[in-house]
């Protein structure tokens, strides 16, 4: 498969099969994925959390109620000691740098046959107090990983994109 059937394929999963795993070397490779993504000056500030213990995803399932059930959830934060300041100095790199990794590590998973779905759906504050992490470390989002339980599909607005000339502009260049 190639890349953009990849990328049209996967989709945010909202029903796992609870009883399959994610294979350790599945977990592995996806993890990889994230290690090997770009960051601003390639600082690599991000933070991953697997949560796979019963306790873990208890403690995942007190932070949101967007589990769906899976095996596997990856907290992503990044450390605000490592990561890239902007010229200027207004703007870091922090977010934007976890954002690329965890879509390396989705779509990864998708490659491997694992579902995923990004939430966002949690008060990143009290996860990561929950979580014990230091002060300089923020979380961005949490990711489910595993198995589409049967009858999973997409949400009905899966497809729908806007159109081209609604997300695209080119501005200084030839005409095309």
């Given at each position: 498969m190639d890349f953009l059937e990849l990328a049209k394929k996967r989709y945010s999963c909202k029903k796992f099969d609870t009883?399959?795993?994610?294979?350790?070397?599945?977990?592995?490779k996806i993890l990889e994925a994230g290690q090997v993504a770009p960051t601003a000056k390639n600082s690599q500030p991000q933070r991953i959390y697997v949560m796979e213990s019963e306790e873990a995803l208890k403690l995942v399932d007190s932070l949101t109620?967007?589990?769906y059930g899976a095996p596997v959830a990856l907290v992503v934060a990044y450390s605000t000691d490592e990561e890239f300041t902007y010229p200027g100095g207004k703007y870091r790199s922090g977010m934007e740098d976890a954002s690329i990794v965890a879509t390396h590590m989705m779509l990864m998973a998708a490659s491997l046959g694992i579902d995923s779905c990004w939430l966002n759906f949690f008060d990143p504050d009290k996860a990561a107090e929950a979580l014990n992490l230091p002060d300089n470390e923020k979380v961005v989002l949490i990711m489910d990983l595993g198995y589409a339980a049967e009858g999973a599909s997409p949400l009905p607005n899966h497809e729908k994109t806007k159109t081209m000339d609604e997300l695209v502009s080119?501005?200084?260049?030839?005409?095309?």
């Amino acid at each position: 498969m190639d890349f953009l059937e990849l990328a049209k394929k996967r989709y945010s999963c909202k029903k796992f099969d609870t009883s399959k795993k994610v294979e350790k070397d599945k977990l592995d490779k996806i993890l990889e994925a994230g290690q090997v993504a770009p960051t601003a000056k390639n600082s690599q500030p991000q933070r991953i959390y697997v949560m796979e213990s019963e306790e873990a995803l208890k403690l995942v399932d007190s932070l949101t109620p967007c589990r769906y059930g899976a095996p596997v959830a990856l907290v992503v934060a990044y450390s605000t000691d490592e990561e890239f300041t902007y010229p200027g100095g207004k703007y870091r790199s922090g977010m934007e740098d976890a954002s690329i990794v965890a879509t390396h590590m989705m779509l990864m998973a998708a490659s491997l046959g694992i579902d995923s779905c990004w939430l966002n759906f949690f008060d990143p504050d009290k996860a990561a107090e929950a979580l014990n992490l230091p002060d300089n470390e923020k979380v961005v989002l949490i990711m489910d990983l595993g198995y589409a339980a049967e009858g999973a599909s997409p949400l009905p607005n899966h497809e729908k994109t806007k159109t081209m000339d609604e997300l695209v502009s080119y501005r200084y260049t030839r005409e095309r």
